[in-house]
């Protein structure tokens, strides 16, 4: 079975600016979370999706959101971009939302923000 | 509210010699705590859960874990490290909230291993 993937790896942009990550789970995953990771907060929780709803949100602003499809790839767009953005975005699928709670990770899309 | 501490944000061992990663954890419930490992640019990958079973975990490449909830800890070790355990490791506890489980995670702890 093909990992989750995500695209792109690498990204930079311009203070001010928006972007669009996006995450392929692993095929019959239905439940996407995102997550943040900086050096200085270390790893945050953003959201999770599970069948197209946003199920759980993290303490981030609104500029950060996030919509998964119907085929349960998910996006997630960071609006009017700001330096303390630069991050590492990460990406983790699961199976359903029963007690089957590991996560299997991507390997994230680095965001540098200038 | 749920929180993990890793107690070392650096241990640095030689080839050969054991490993021990230090965990404590805070949870209001009955928590499933995780120990995750990352490699330079590359994402999570699990090493071991704990989910209310046998208090021993056994992971992957010879790391375990017990969880002790008197302590509130659940430290990893190895027996014996290897060049390539060399990472980043994360503690992670996990309650149940809002229909899902949502994890917190430790700072992490970097592995340096030494020939």
């Known amino acids: 079975k093909a990992g989750v993937t995500q695209t792109p790896r690498y990204l930079i942009k311009t203070r001010g600016q928006q972007v669009t990550l996006s995450c392929s789970p692993i095929?019959?995953?239905?439940?996407v979370s995102w997550y943040q990771q900086t050096p200085g907060q270390g790893l945050q929780f953003l959201f999770e999706?599970?069948?197209?709803?946003?199920?759980n949100k993290g303490n981030f602003p609104g500029r950060f959101s996030g919509r998964q499809f119907s085929n349960s790839r998910s996006e997630m767009n960071v609006s009017t971009l700001e330096l303390g953005d630069s991050a590492l975005y990460l990406c983790?699928?699961?199976?359903?939302?029963?007690?089957?709670?590991?996560?299997?990770f991507g390997p994230g899309t680095r965001l540098l923000v200038l | 509210a749920q929180s993990v501490t890793q107690l070392d944000s650096h241990v640095s061992v030689s080839e050969g010699t054991p490993v021990l990663l230090r965990c404590n954890y805070s949870?209001?419930?009955?928590?499933?705590l995780f120990w995750y490992v990352q490699h330079p640019n590359k994402g999570l990958q699990l090493l071991l859960k704990?989910?209310?079973?046998?208090?021993l975990v056994k992971g992957i490449n010879g790391f375990e874990a017990e969880f002790k909830k008197s302590e509130t800890s659940f430290h990893l070790t190895k027996p014996s490290a290897h060049m390539s355990d060399a990472a980043e490791y994360f503690c992670?506890?996990?309650?149940?909230?809002?229909?899902?489980?949502?994890?917190?995670f430790g700072r992490g702890t970097s592995l340096i291993v030494h020939p």
């Open positions: 983790a699928s699961r199976p359903d939302r029963g007690l089957q709670e590991t996560q299997y």
């Open positions: 992670v506890v996990s309650d149940y909230t809002g229909g899902s489980y949502i994890p917190t």
């Open positions: 704990y989910t209310s079973a046998a208090t």
């Open positions: 999706y599970f069948s197209e709803t946003q199920r």
């Open positions: 095929s019959g995953h239905r439940s």
């Open positions: 949870s209001s419930y009955s928590p499933s």
